[in-house]
Nanobody, 119 residues
């Protein structure tokens, strides 16, 4: 079992920056991938960025060059630095952890943190 707690959301003007944090607890040593997802009202949850236990990163095309995902293994925390934010990036940002076994993958989600970008 993994527990995830996000923080760092808030209200920011277009062009501004925010840094989200996701603190993991529980079976953290078993986590293979952690990531951030975004869900705007009326939309499906979509991938923003992921980072593997080895440090490999992946980003949605729309955020490349503006967002940076990173991790602090000593603190069991993953961060999402978001720069040059756009109003369309308003939504609830969720942290996800994946533990993959030989038979299946287990997904764990945080409660989400609201990000509102005003125009």
């Amino acid at each position: 079992q993994v527990q995830l707690v996000e923080s760092g959301g808030g209200l920011v003007q277009a062009g501004g920056s925010l840094r989200l944090s996701c603190a993991a607890s529980g079976s953290v040593s078993s986590i293979n991938v952690m990531g951030w997802y975004r869900q705007a009202p009326g939309n499906l949850r979509e991938l923003v960025a992921t980072i593997t236990s080895g440090g490999s990163t992946n980003y949605a095309d729309s955020v490349k060059g503006r967002f940076t995902i990173s991790r602090d293994n000593a603190k069991n925390t993953v961060y999402l630095q978001m720069n040059s934010l756009k109003p369309e990036e308003t939504g609830v940002y969720y942290c996800k952890a994946v533990i993959a076994t030989w038979s299946r993958a287990y997904d764990y989600w945080g409660q989400g943190t609201q990000v509102t970008v005003s125009s």
